[in-house]
T-cell receptor, first 117, second 113 residues
């Protein structure tokens, strides 16, 4: 199906474990983003990617790793999960990153609810 | 700074009009987005302003004043399904080739019959 998907939708993991959240989009959008959303906070950018093999840190990158070997996929890995990483994670994509009208609104995946015990 | 202020919660009556304000202190932005987010769901795009003034889109309108760092979202003929959080997001340049949105915490809108 066309669009942007995330997996898993729900994940419970233990402190110290590595976990990878998957994101896949079928629009061939250049830009992809990972956000976390916590109560009382706006969406906070973790990492973003302007194209395959190009990634950069956002506001809250510590404890996370990303890769983008293919345009359509942008996995997020928590190398050693901590309780503070319990959150809802959203992946998003946009066609353009240059602020061009009508081409850079971000489209969001359904989210992954991650609980670290 | 990148402070974005929105009311935390608002209540309105079905069929009425409500205005959700957003003020910000971010510089170098290229436009401002409004997104809607229903509980437990992903944000979805509502509107985009790149120039000062009012943009109308059906029951929803959005206004922007860049010199004042101020925007509002106006929702008319409120329906129960409009109960959601509304996120204000000015956009700014990270560099010549990259761009990010700066997100407010959102305004939870409760519609009562």
């Amino acid at each position: 199906d066309a669009g942007i998907t995330q997996s898993p939708r729900y994940k419970i993991t233990e402190t110290g474990r590595q976990v990878t959240l998957m994101c896949h989009q079928t629009w061939s959008h250049s830009y992809m983003f990972w956000y976390r959303q916590d109560l009382g906070h706006g969406l906070r950018l973790i990492y973003y990617s302007a194209a395959a093999d190009i990634t950069d840190k956002g506001e809250v990158p510590d404890g996370y790793v990303v890769s983008r070997s293919k345009t359509e996929n942008f996995p997020l890995t928590l190398e050693s999960a901590t309780r503070s990483q319990t959150s809802v994670y959203f992946c998003a994509s946009s066609e353009s990153g240059r602020g061009q009208a009508g081409s850079y609104e971000q489209y969001f995946g359904p989210g992954t609810r991650l609980t670290v015990t | 700074g990148q402070n974005i202020d929105q009311p935390t919660e608002m209540t309105a009556t079905e069929g009425a009009i409500v205005q959700i304000n957003c003020t910000y202190q971010t510089s170098g932005f290229n436009g401002l987005f409004w997104y809607q987010q229903h509980a437990g769901e992903a944000p979805t795009f509502l509107s985009y302003n790149v120039l000062d003034g009012l943009e109308e889109k059906g029951r929803f309108s959005s206004f922007l004043s860049r010199s004042k760092g101020y925007s509002y979202l106006l929702l008319k003929e409120l329906q129960m399904k409009d109960s959601a959080s509304y996120l204000c997001a000015p956009g700014g340049s990270l560099s010549d080739s990259n761009y990010q949105l700066i997100w407010g915490a959102g305004t939870k809108l409760i519609i009562k019959p």
